[in-house]
């Protein structure tokens, strides 16, 4: 086996429902070189006996455990990324999915250009009942383009979506694992890097979300998660966040772009071997 390049982050909890479908997911890259850290927040059902079973017949996937939970996402990121020895990280929620390419997408981007220190993509929300939504939330691309005024006024990295540089998350610190930062931990690591690195999107789906009321992002009040943000560490979420009326209209203004760059375009360069599209 090669020297992994890539080690994926999947910190989890309680996800015997869905944990093995994520873990195909991932066995099925045709990037091979990488190692993934399964960090268990102490769960109560049969998580660990399904990611022990995949360790023992897949040498590239090793199971961890906390010593207590935490009830913060952050925290189980953090150890995963501490034991990661390899030049990028990939971070897999529990209940998500990627496509075959996902990682050799992105690797080729970050081997391509040295000034990028974080490079993510689309994933497609889904329901239990539907896979349509992924279809209305499919972003326009340009405004994916980030830099660090971007990210004082709104979050555009799904963490799924998102591989890094280890070096600079090290030096950053990784996540903040402030009790009031959970589950918008990712947004503030993004912005902290956006000051100091370049970070390109690309046009492509690399996955899918699974959107759940009951999911982490679900049980927790947004608005005061992005108070907070704006309160203490000076970003503008509420302030600049437009009324429903107008989200709408730039979704309807943005879609024709948005199909054609993700769902014509990045599947034919996907299909093809050509460079991914950054933006």
């Given at each position: ?19 093995g ?77 990627w ?5 050799e ?75 009031e ?58 302030e ?12 309807i ?27």
């Open positions: 086996m090669d020297t992994p390049r890539v080690t994926v982050v999947i910190p989890t909890y309680n996800m015997e429902q869905h944990i479908a994520t873990l195909d997911s991932l066995q099925r890259q045709t990037y091979a070189p990488f190692e993934a850290i399964v960090v268990d927040d102490c769960s109560t059902d049969g998580t660990a006996d399904i990611v022990k079973a995949r360790a023992e017949l897949d040498p590239r996937i090793r199971y961890v455990k906390l010593d207590a939970n935490s009830n913060r996402p952050a925290v189980p990121r953090n150890r995963g990324l501490a034991l990661a020895r390899t030049e990028y990280v990939a971070f897999l929620d529990h209940d998500d999915l496509t075959e390419a996902k990682l997408r992105q690797v080729r981007v970050l081997d391509k250009y040295p000034d990028v220190g974080l490079v993510h993509s689309y994933l497609w929300e889904f329901t239990g009942r539907s896979r349509l939504r992924g279809l209305v939330y499919l972003p326009d691309p340009f405004r994916r383009r980030a830099s660090s005024e971007t990210f004082n006024e709104r979050n555009v990295v799904q963490c799924s979506s998102a591989m890094v540089r280890t070096s600079i998350l090290v030096r950053a610190g990784g996540f903040d694992e402030r009790a930062l959970r589950t918008v931990e990712d947004y503030e690591l993004w912005r902290r890097l956006s000051r100091r690195h370049r970070v390109v999107y690309v046009s492509e789906v690399h996955g899918f979300y699974r959107h759940s009321s009951t999911g982490a992002s679900g049980q927790d009040n947004w608005v005061a998660r992005h108070t907070y943000l704006d309160e203490v560490m000076g970003t503008r979420v509420l600049n966040r437009p009324s429903e009326a107008r989200r709408i209209f730039r979704r203004l943005g879609f024709p772009a948005a199909v054609y760059f993700h769902l014509l375009e990045g599947s034919i360069r996907i299909r093809m071997g050509w460079e991914p599209r950054i933006w």
